[in-house]
């Protein structure tokens, strides 16, 4: 059985033409139809290329008609522009295939490749809880951690404060959000706590610093 390769293609052909002009959008569209036509890498197009040229010189002439400001016109135009922008995205389709993502062989069509931009990871800014409170018996505090977005793992740390600074941090690392209950502190003791987050670019600053008194 002949194995099947089923590997995204790279090269991705641009289809989208909001905000295009009509003008600017039959000038794509012939630069489509004047790559493929006796194009030898392209030999059994999905759309007859002469049914595309007829599709693209009615739009260019509704386009003409529309210009008088008929509602009647702009209405055909605008609906021999969906028409004909189907039969380029099918052809763009087939080119992205037939031309095994060689840039030089897609180029010679005449589209255009979608430039694709890969959004580079963001340092991690809003890391906070989601809450603080009294445990159930005396010496407990509870906390619980908001999801922050890009966050792999949260780190909080907390320590009494005495003679108004914090004393030794106790650090906590923790892989979830799920809220965590303190036990053996002192009672009425003001504690300081403070969070961050560690993203794909690193820790973050210590964040949402609070201070609580425990029960």
């Known amino acids: 059985m ?5 590997t995204p293609n790279k090269i991705k ?8 002009s009509d003008t ?8 489509a139809y004047e790559g493929l036509l006796n194009n030898p890498a392209y030999p059994t197009t999905p759309v007859s290329l002469a ?5 693209i010189d009615q739009y260019s002439a509704l386009i ?9 016109a702009k209405t055909a135009k605008n609906k021999q522009r969906v028409e004909v922008l189907k039969q380029y995205t099918l052809l763009a389709h087939y080119v992205e295939m037939a031309c095994k993502d060689d840039l030089a062989t897609f180029t010679s069509s005449g589209f255009t490749a979608a430039v694709r931009t890969k959004t580079p990871p963001q340092p991690l800014t809003e890391v906070r809880f989601s809450w603080i409170d009294r445990g159930a018996n005396s010496g407990q505090i509870v906390f619980k951690p908001q999801k922050a977005s890009g966050a792999i793992s949260y780190e909080v740390h907390y320590a009494l404060v005495t003679n108004g600074a ?13 809220k965590v209950t303190l036990s053996g502190l002192t009672p009425a003791g003001s504690y300081q706590f403070q969070i961050r987050g560690l993203g794909k670019l690193g820790y973050s600053d210590w964040m949402d610093t609070r201070t609580f008194i425990c029960a």
């Open 64 to 72: 003409v008609d529309a210009e008088d400001g008929g509602s009647k």
């Open 2 to 6: 002949k194995k099947t390769d089923s």
């Open 24 to 31: 600017d959008t039959v000038k794509a569209l012939m630069t």
């Open 166 to 178: 914090p004393g030794p941090w106790t650090t906590l690392t923790l892989t979830d959000t799920k």
């Open 51 to 55: 049914d595309f040229k007829t599709g």
């Open 13 to 20: 052909a641009k289809v989208s033409f909001h905000g295009v």
